[in-house]
């Protein structure tokens, strides 16, 4: 998600409140940590643990107390899935001891939010990190969500991290950080010859591949809906109100979707 103007972020609600971080185990050596921010991935081996994104500033001392419950090992890498606070708030704290990477528009979009804990490295098309005998690759596959949203995937435990590219509920499409509802569905099919069953979204519970194969059908649907009514020149407040998403599979409305993303996708597609 975003700090987007006006709409509080799921998990700022209750800034001031203690929020307790859990891990869930996936895979032998492989968790997801959620309970405040974007959902983490923690990967440990016998070299160090890498880490997928790092939530707000205030979980950091959490986050790491996690991680000891795991393993004695360092972390030695965060793998940045976009660059949105509460998937990168925790930058500043871990940049002392642990290499930060994302994607040079993710990276470029902190500057121009006057983000602190700016990633040391940035690429272009993908990276891969190599620890322990353990391999992760971060890749970059379009626009979505932003315009620096990454696909990090675990090949030997046929696993993909996909971000807020996938969230359960509704798209947050993030305009004024080149975010496109139109790519985003090209972009998540690329993920699809990825050999891969299981998939970690940015918010919400682990998924299997096939709710992401819904969810870009989903997605699909309401731009034909919103597509077709634009063909019969509805005007845009008409749309708002007369599209049909109750029935798509892992599609629930939430105010981001309502007050923000439907209508710049609306927008979007008049042009
Ligand atoms: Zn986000």
């Known amino acids: 998600m975003a700090l987007a103007g006006g709409l509080a972020p799921r998990g700022r609600a209750g800034a001031q409140a203690p929020e307790e971080l859990k891990l869930e185990q996936i895979k032998s050596d492989l968790y997801m940590l ?12 016998d070299e160090g643990v890498i880490l997928v994104d790092d939530k ?4 950091v001392t959490e986050i790491l107390a996690k991680v000891r419950t795991l393993t004695d090992k360092p972390v030695r890498y965060v793998l940045t899935t976009h660059h949105h606070g509460d998937h990168t708030g925790g930058n500043p704290r871990l940049l002392g001891s642990v290499e930060i990477i994302a994607h040079e528009n993710a990276r470029a979009n902190m500057v121009k939010g006057s983000q602190p804990g700016l990633p040391r490295v940035a ?11 353990k391999e992760v690759r971060t890749r970059y596959y379009g626009r979505g ?3 620096g949203d990454v696909a990090v995937y675990y090949p030997a435990h046929r696993l993909v991290h996909l971000g807020d590219l ?11 950080n080149g975010g496109s509802g139109v790519a985003w569905t090209a972009t998540l099919e690329q993920t699809l010859p990825l050999d891969f069953d299981t998939v970690i979204p940015g918010h919400g519970p682990v998924m299997k591949r096939q709710d992401l194969v819904n969810w870009i059908a989903s997605f699909k649907t309401v731009r034909e809906r919103i597509a077709r009514m634009l063909r019969e020149k509805r005007p845009k407040a008409e749309i708002l109100t007369a599209l049909k998403v109750d029935d798509l599979a892992g599609w629930k409305p939430n105010q981001f979707w309502t ?9 979007e597609l008049s042009r």
């Open 34 to 45: 959620t309970g405040s921010g974007g959902n983490m991935a923690v990967l440990t081996t």
């Open 56 to 59: 707000f500033d205030r979980n």
């Open 123 to 133: 690429f272009s098309d993908g990276a891969a990190v190599y620890l322990g005998g």
């Open 145 to 147: 969500h932003t315009n």
């Open 166 to 176: 996938l969230v359960e509920g509704t798209p947050f499409i993030d305009y004024a």
């Open 259 to 267: 007050k923000s993303s439907l209508p710049g996708l609306i927008d």
